[in-house]
């Protein structure tokens, strides 16, 4: 198939950052993946089979290509006049991503099955493989010292999925280099001081990984986290990269429900059927209620607030995962 009707059907449904690649072992990661399970920098939410992080076809045996879309998600932050307010990433602003690409993709597969058949699999994080890695093989973007793909449109704020295929492509995208030259802002912004060193990220101490864990939260970890409710975009906001980068063009990812904060009394003293209806379709909702009910005890205990309300809805909750967090905070007042 020609890369150039690839790309025409992908402008056609709105998907404007494509890029193409082959479907070899990912060789220039592997090393560094194994690594990180030495130095026990893993989480629980990586994949332990190296091979599958690596090889495409471990995932997808006829695969012979991979057509790579990146979707902007990058709106302007909007205004609120709630001060006991929790911080969502802007990954978790609108309709939860992984069904946004899926559906896109699933467009992009059915304009081209018009042409030829092939065989596909639809990947928007939820593969073993390094997407990012994919991302980069595919042209979409170069790593930031923050090992976040930059694309020079769209700045990090940018989500990736893509098509394994047994298409043979006339030709492929090349790898764009860093050009992050001697900045360093976002290693000395990190909160958690994640990014120990340029491109190399301790997920550990990343304040994202932390808001999702289950693992518990001792106070100094817990302090670090702020007032993020879910995720965290210090390291991106602070990059010069993401200045006067372009909007996304996708709807889905607007801040209708949320306006782009979590109302922290509100997600404390909701019912679980309350929550579905207002989270359950954002990314961030996938940890469940009581990551976010625990991250938003912990906005409390950091912005030293309790009232009756928050005091007899947490006296309550019979959550054993909660019964911790709660402790600490009601001892504190």
Not at 16 to 28: H, K, M, V, W
Not at 310 to 331: H, M, Q, T
Request: with cysteine; hydrophobic share 35%; net charge neutral.
């Amino acid at each position: 198939m020609k890369v150039e009707l690839i790309i025409e059907k992908s402008l056609e449904i709105g998907l404007d950052l494509i890029g193409l690649t082959d479907a070899s072992i990912l060789n220039r990661i592997e090393e560094k993946i194994s690594n990180r399970f030495e130095e026990n920098l893993a989480t629980e939410f990586e994949n332990s089979d190296i091979s599958k992080r690596v090889n495409p076809r471990e995932i997808m045996k006829s695969v012979n290509s991979i057509i790579v879309v990146g979707l902007p998600y990058f709106y302007e932050s909007y205004n609120n006049n709630n001060r006991l307010y929790g911080k969502l990433a802007r990954s978790s602003w609108g309709i939860d991503y992984h069904i946004v690409i899926k559906n896109y993709l699933n467009k992009l597969a059915d304009k081209l099955l018009q042409y030829e058949k092939f065989e596909y699999s639809i990947l928007a994080d939820t593969s073993p493989l390094v997407d990012r890695e994919i991302a980069y093989k595919a042209g979409i973007g170069y790593y930031g010292k923050n090992t976040s793909i930059i694309n020079d449109k769209y700045g990090s704020f940018i989500f990736i999925g893509y098509l394994l295929t047994d298409l043979r492509l006339d030709k492929y995208s090349v790898p764009i280099e860093s050009q992050c030259g001697e900045c360093d802002i976002c290693l000395r912004s990190c909160p958690g001081k994640a990014i120990e060193e340029p491109y190399k990220l301790n997920p550990k101490k990343c304040i994202s990984y932390l808001t999702q864990t289950k693992h518990y939260l001792n106070e100094e970890e817990s302090k670090k986290m702020g007032i993020n409710i879910y995720g965290c975009d210090i390291c991106q906001i602070v990059c010069p990269k993401n200045e006067n980068i372009k909007e996304s063009h996708f709807d889905e990812f607007k801040p209708y429900k949320t306006n782009g904060i979590v109302d922290i009394k509100e997600i404390i003293c909701m019912s679980k059927r309350e929550f579905e209806n207002k989270y359950g379709d954002m990314s961030g909702a996938w940890r469940g209620k009581n990551v976010l009910t625990r991250n938003a005890i912990i906005a409390l205990e950091n912005i030293g607030y309790i009232d009756n309300e928050i005091k007899k809805a947490l006296e309550n909750n019979s959550s054993e995962f909660l019964k911790p967090y709660i402790v600490r905070y009601l001892s504190k007042f």
